[in-house]
C-alpha cells in the first residue's frame, strides 16, 4: 500500500527483536519505572521523548515487556496523560512551521501545498479523535491559535 500523500512505497527500516520476556541486564524494577515515568511526563516529554529516555539513559529497551502496557496508558492510569494527542500536536506544529516559512516565501507552491497536505491530515485526526472521545467535542483547530501549542 501506498503512503498517504506520496507514491512512496515499502517498510525499510530497523525491526524490533521480537522478545517477549524482560532482559536479565534490566534492573529497574515495575515501581521505579513508573515513577521515573511520571516524573518526565511533569517535565512535559512527550511519549516518544520518555521511551527514548528510558532507552538511552536507563538501559530499559521496552516499557511494554515490565508492565505489559503502552507509555501512554502508564500516564492515563496516573492522570499525567496530555490533553492532546502526540500525533496531533506534532502536526500542528508542522503547520506553524511552514506557515511562518510561508510568511517570509510567499511564492513557494511547494510550502503551501505542504501545509495544505499537513492540515488536511490535521482535520482528519481531529475527526476520529473527537469520535473515539480523546478530544472534547467543542474542540477546534484554528491555525490563527496554533502557535499557542509551540514550545
Not at 32 to 60: F, H, S, V
Not at 61 to 83: A, H, N, Q, T, Y
Not at 120 to 133: E, F, M, N, P, Q
Amino acid at each position: 500500500m501506498a503512503r498517504m500523500h506520496s507514491g512512496a512505497r515499502g517498510k525499510s527500516g530497523s525491526k524490533r527483536p521480537l522478545k517477549k520476556s524482560v532482559p536479565l541486564w534490566v534492573t529497574y524494577k515495575q515501581k521505579e519505572t513508573e515513577m521515573i515515568i511520571a516524573k518526565l511526563a511533569k517535565e512535559g516529554k512527550t511519549t516518544a521523548e520518555i521511551g527514548t529516555i528510558l532507552r538511552d539513559t536507563y538501559g530499559i529497551p521496552d516499557v511494554r515487556l515490565i508492565f505489559k502496557k503502552k507509555i501512554l496508558e502508564i500516564m492515563v492510569e496516573k492522570g499525567i496523560s496530555p490533553e492532546i494527542p502526540e500525533d496531533l500536536l506534532s502536526l500542528i506544529r508542522k503547520s506553524v512551521l511552514v506557515r511562518k516559512h510561508m510568511g517570509l516565501n510567499k511564492k513557494d507552491m511547494t510550502a503551501k501545498h505542504g501545509l495544505q497536505l499537513t492540515e488536511s491530515k490535521i482535520k482528519r485526526l481531529v475527526k476520529y479523535y473527537k469520535r473515539t472521545g480523546r478530544l472534547a467535542e467543542t474542540w477546534k483547530y484554528d491555525p490563527q491559535r496554533a502557535g499557542f501549542f509551540m514550545k
